[in-house]
């Protein structure tokens, strides 16, 4: 059972573009909410994260919103560039101190920005 | 450069046989964690250790195995491989204090023939 749904599976942007990633998870007990960018050959590297207490989040080019009665969170990449070519992954897990680790991952969805 | 640290970053082996997984977390981190990833499952956690004892298990096989030392190295024994198995195994730790972020190291490939 997957526990954290994303879509879409890959997705093409021009540079310049809004890229947006969403995702959807069932446990309400989930309370920590990252989004991890991973380039070939490389590890998943945390990029951005909130908690259900805020609605959106803001860094840079990247925003998460999250909407706790849907139980469903997005990522959008502002003025997408070539470099930002890469998968990204959405996660869930309950924070209780040790437990934060434990992610549930989405399956991924494969970025392509087109100069 | 994450500051976790995985070897090898490459392996292939055969079925049948086993192998083990090597992880240095970032200096100071007390959790370890091991995660699998491949096309079939995506990335999949399998067990944390902190501070040399096993704090949780996910989706690890009875065949998988790890531990974690007095150093804070943790290895990842995987034993009777079958083909299923190929995949990226990555290791990732986290600090003391539960507000740390989860940092990943840069995984190692096992290829099962």
């Known amino acids: 059972q997957q526990q954290v749904k994303q879509s879409p599976q890959s997705l093409i942007v021009q540079k310049g573009g809004i890229s947006i990633i969403n995702c959807a998870y069932e446990?309400?007990?989930?309370?920590?909410f990252p989004w991890y960018q991973q380039f070939p050959g490389k590890g998943p590297a945390l990029l951005i994260a909130?908690?259900?207490?805020?609605s959106e989040k803001k860094e840079g080019r990247f925003t998460i919103s999250f909407n706790k009665s849907a139980k469903q969170f997005s990522l959008h990449i502002m003025d997408s560039q070539p470099g930002d070519s890469a998968t990204y992954f959405c996660?869930?897990?309950?924070?209780?101190?040790?437990?934060?680790?434990?992610?549930?991952f989405g399956r991924g969805t494969q970025l392509t920005v087109w100069p | 450069d994450s500051g976790v640290t995985q070897t090898p970053k490459h392996l292939i082996t055969a079925t049948g046989q086993r192998v083990t997984l090597r992880c240095s977390p970032r200096?100071?981190?007390?959790?370890v964690y091991w995660y699998q990833q491949s096309l079939d499952q995506g990335l999949q956690f399998l067990i944390q250790?902190?501070?040399?004892?096993?704090?949780a298990k996910g989706n690890i096989l009875e065949r998988f195995s790890a531990q974690q030392f007095p150093d804070l190295h943790s290895e990842l024994n995987l034993s009777s491989l079958e083909l299923g198995d190929s995949a990226l195994y990555f290791c990732?730790?986290?600090?003391?204090?539960?507000?740390?972020?989860?940092?990943f190291g840069a995984g190692s490939r096992l290829t099962v023939l």
């Open positions: 909130i908690r259900p207490d805020v």
């Open positions: 250790y902190y501070n040399g004892e096993e704090r």
């Open positions: 990732a730790s986290q600090g003391a204090s539960g507000a740390n972020v989860l940092t």
């Open positions: 200096s100071g981190d007390l959790s």
């Open positions: 446990n309400t007990a989930f309370d920590y």
């Open positions: 996660a869930a897990s309950r924070d209780r101190g040790s437990t934060l680790g434990r992610l549930y």
